[in-house]
């Protein structure tokens, strides 16, 4: 892993995406880069365009009022950025990385990422944005969006940072499962971890081929890893492994069915991303 992406705004989750981020570059000794992106006016709160609302015959001076107001706005956004993204390389140097770079970017949040991405290894976002109450049951407006529209792997962040040292692996054998392995094998973000594959079956007829042959793979690169089945529906099955077994880090494939089908019946990574209190390395 070379490069890691940390996505940062106001929100309450700001500090732990920091946290996460820097915690995760300091094991790979990657490259971190946190972004922030300026809400363009439309989306923000105060969307009252002044200036259109005055009509024939205002005083000039006044519309040079108007227009100074938008540049002092715009000037405090930038202000407010760079104090976010100063704070986020502070906190990071404070969990052991070691190179930190920023950018602030001004205009949509989904094309700044998906141009951003390009040259990231690793993705890590909060799970709530600064629009959404760190309470609510739904997620952020963004999160589904960023880990639908970009490639690489999204590292969703829990609300609080503690320190990680049991993995659970919900283990399907799909092919964004298999890539997971492959990456964890390869890489060093999970050396001198814990980590536990579970595959939700029925323990009496399912083949154990697949996450044997997985398991051996984590155990040839260096890791302590076991494997488990477990019955039941998968987001219950491993939400409840994930609280028993005291699981710091859960990693599984992202949305492995179609858009029209998660309207129908719901999303297995939604879920567990909104139910789970630790964090979730989602893979594509």
Request: aromatic share 4%; proline share 1%.
């Amino acid at each position: 892993m070379n490069k890691i992406l940390a996505l940062v705004d106001g929100s309450g989750y700001a500090q732990s995406v920091c946290d996460h981020a820097g915690w995760a570059a300091a094991r790979t000794n990657a490259e971190l880069k946190f972004c922030h992106v300026m809400k363009s006016r439309s989306a923000s709160s105060d969307n009252t365009d002044l200036s259109g609302s005055i009509g024939l015959g205002a005083r000039s001076a006044l519309l040079e009022e108007l227009a100074d107001i938008d540049r002092q706005k715009a000037n405090l956004l930038k202000k407010r950025g760079r104090v976010i993204l100063d704070d986020a390389a502070k906190r990071a140097a404070d969990m052991g990385a070691l190179k930190v770079s920023d950018t602030l970017r001004h205009g949509r949040f989904i094309e700044s990422v998906a141009e951003l991405e390009v040259d990231a290894d690793l993705v890590v976002v909060g799970k709530r944005g600064e629009t959404s109450h760190i309470d609510m049951d739904h997620l952020g407006s963004n999160l589904e969006r960023v880990v639908r529209s970009i490639k690489k792997p999204v590292l969703v962040a829990s609300r609080q940072f503690r320190e990680i040292k049991r993995v659970l692996i919900a283990f399907d054998g799909g092919q964004s499962v298999r890539k997971a392995i492959e990456h964890i094998v390869t890489g060093s973000i999970l050396q001198g971890l814990e980590v536990q594959l579970v595959q939700v079956a029925d323990k009496k007829s399912a083949s154990t081929a697949a996450i044997e042959q997985a398991c051996a793979a984590l155990q040839s690169s260096g890791l302590s890893a076991s494997y488990s089945l477990v019955a039941g529906q998968p987001e219950h099955a491993i939400g409840t492994t994930v609280e028993t077994d005291g699981i710091d880090l859960l990693i599984m494939g992202a949305y492995g069915h179609s858009r029209i089908r998660n309207l129908i019946i719901g999303s297995t990574t939604t879920q567990m991303v909104q139910n789970c209190k630790v964090p979730i390395l989602l893979f594509r």
